[in-house]
């Protein structure tokens, strides 16, 4: 019988097309190919149901669910629970906190897709899929990875710092720096040529340390 030890490890890229499946979720089933068309979509897996710390995390998505859709983006969640034990969680959550999950979460119980996206990671957990985010564009190419271990949540701030940032990249062809927040200045790619580079060098018209890192506003 093969053990975790011995699960095939291949992991997604980003740049890789998002392998597709079907799926059995908490709002029926699910082809990724055809979820979320024309979407972003921010598809993350926890260790398991009715734990402390996926409980804060799962919260936190719920909570900013409008944050994500005001980017265009859905949400899809997974663990390897049956989707009867996903209810009771849900459930639970909803009458104790009012907080409530209203987005899919995929019960993985046969390991397909935690397998599919590198998800279980047998040194770390055996039976869980640990924390992982991905950030599939809207032609369904993983453009962002996040891997956290099972005893450290994660950011929801840097999950939608870092959505924003992808979007923001793709529509004005920059690029963003170290702790990029909206509203921040963006670099502007550096030049290839030399002429590019001269005509970098003497544009008094961008703010610049020298012509590798020159950054402007977005108006
Ligand atoms: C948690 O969510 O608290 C948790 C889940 C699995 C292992 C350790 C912690």
């Known amino acids: 019988m093969e053990t975790l030890t011995q699960v095939n490890t291949a992991m997604p890229r980003i740049g890789d097309k998002a392998p597709d499946f079907e799926a059995v979720t908490t709002k029926g089933k ?3 190919s055809e979820y979320a068309r024309d979407q972003w979509l921010v598809m993350f897996s926890h260790p398991a149901d009715f734990t402390p710390v996926c409980t804060t995390e799962m919260s936190g998505f719920a909570k900013r669910k409008k944050e994500f ?5 859905a949400l899809l ?5 049956s989707v009867h034990a996903h209810l009771g969680w849900v459930n639970n959550v909803r009458e104790k906190t009012g907080v409530y999950f ?3 979460i995929i019960a993985d119980l046969d390991m397909k897709v935690s397998k599919l996206y590198g998800m279980l990671q047998p040194n770390e957990s055996e039976t869980a899929a640990v924390r992982a985010v ?3 564009d809207p032609e369904k190419k993983i453009r962002l990875i996040m891997y956290y271990p099972l005893n450290v949540g994660r950011n929801m701030d840097e999950i939608l710092r870092a959505l924003q940032a992808l979007q923001v990249s793709d529509k004005h062809k920059v690029a963003l720096p170290l702790d990029w ?6 670099i502007i790619p550096p030049p290839k040529t030399l002429q590019e580079m001269d005509e970098r ?7 610049k340390v020298d012509f590798y890192l020159a950054m402007k506003d977005l108006n």
Do not use: H, M, Q, Y
């Open 77 to 81: 969640g997974l663990s390897i629970d």
């Open 102 to 104: 209203d987005f899919p």
């Open 201 to 207: 060098i003497s544009d008094d018209s961008i703010e």
């Open 69 to 73: 859709e005001a980017l265009n983006t």
């Open 30 to 32: 699910i082809v990724l």
């Open 134 to 136: 991905f950030f599939i």
């Open 181 to 186: 927040k909206k509203g921040d200045k963006v």
